[in-house]
């Protein structure tokens, strides 16, 4: 079955092209990263328009690069949330059309089961699996009973973690995208320079609010001169590394699943990863998205409308929302 799904939920707008939710044709993505750095953020209202401007590329460009005519595609997809709603309905309303026009089924997928769907891409992995979803607006542990049937085991009370990165690059004065620039610096740094403190919360939950106000605290010790940005990015990647591995680990001996595995933009982050793969030493298999599908893209969201569709009677009459 192939797929040609769009992605626009954010500040990325992508096509993608998916034979039988494994493998990529084509995968085009064009970022608004430029466009929203001097903002410090993404602006909807910016970040719709440029969707607008970009989708019709986008499209071609990855009918052409898959050299598969729109009359030979089985299905056309698109996130239908959670997201910012004027960019969701760019995506929506073109992967409809095409619908329409080429007479072929319209699939709508959720934007957080299209990141946990990202793992089976150039994979053979099959449920049952554990997977630590971590984004910028989103942090949970889900167990993956079956391709169609999961469960949300734990989730974060405040802050999702790649919130936390951005607040604390701009604590810092790190320029947006500022999650990569930490990233950066940590691997320079001192991990055991600051000895900042894990939330004490339930098992099922995550808590980074008060990390976040620890660093704020840190950085008062010095001036913007001193301050030492390297330490304090390695110290609050290990933190936030340390928390989300051991949890997720709990998790995975608690339900005897030893296959885990990671999703979302923070699912790039090289500390996350080592601990992902140093847990082999302990008997569990892991995988870990190509860095390509963890920030959005369109090749996940084809996956998932393979594996894992929005089940509904009329699929037309799907509508945007923001939140999950």
Do not use: W
Not at 134 to 159: C, F, L, M
Not at 201 to 217: N, Q, Y
Not at 246 to 271: D, H
Request: glycine content about 6%; overall charge negative.
């Amino acid at each position: 079955m192939i797929i040609l799904a769009i992605e626009s939920s954010c500040d990325e707008t992508a096509c993608a092209i998916v034979k039988d939710g494994r493998e990529v044709l084509s995968n085009v993505v064009s970022s608004q990263i430029k466009i929203h750095e001097k903002f410090g953020g993404v602006v909807p209202e910016v970040a719709a328009r440029e969707h607008l401007n970009s989708i019709n590329f986008v499209i071609e460009q990855a009918l052409k690069e898959a050299n598969i005519p729109p009359e030979k595609v089985d299905a056309f997809a698109s996130t239908v949330g959670p997201g910012l709603v004027g960019c969701l309905l760019v995506g929506l309303n073109a992967a409809k059309t095409l619908s329409l026009v080429y007479n072929k089924p319209y699939i709508g997928v959720n934007h957080l089961q299209g990141h946990v769907c990202a793992n089976f891409i150039d994979s053979d992995l099959e449920p049952p699996f554990i997977c630590l979803l971590v984004s910028g607006g989103h942090s949970q542990i889900i167990y993956i009973k079956d391709y169609d049937n999961q469960e949300v085991i734990a989730q974060t009370i405040d802050d999702a973690v790649g919130e936390v990165y951005d607040k604390v690059a701009r604590l810092c004065s790190i320029p947006y995208p500022g999650g990569i620039m930490l990233d950066k610096m940590a691997n320079e740094g001192n991990k055991d320079a600051f000895n900042f403190p894990e939330a004490k919360v339930k098992e099922d939950e995550f808590s980074f609010s008060g990390l976040k106000t620890a660093v704020l605290r840190a950085t008062k010790n010095f001036t913007p001169e001193n301050l030492p940005l390297k330490d304090i990015a390695a110290s609050f990647q290990y933190r936030i590394a340390d928390t989300l591995i051991n949890k997720t680990k709990n998790f995975a001996k608690k339900l005897n699943c030893n296959k885990i595995t990671i999703a979302g933009g923070v699912a790039a982050n090289s500390e996350l990863r080592r601990r992902l793969k140093a847990l082999e030493d302990e008997g569990f298999k892991t995988i870990a998205p190509k860095l390509k599908y963890c920030t959005d893209n369109a090749a996940m969201i084809a996956s998932c409308a393979y594996f894992n569709p929005i089940k509904c009677e009329d699929s037309y009459l799907l509508e945007v929302f923001s939140r999950d």
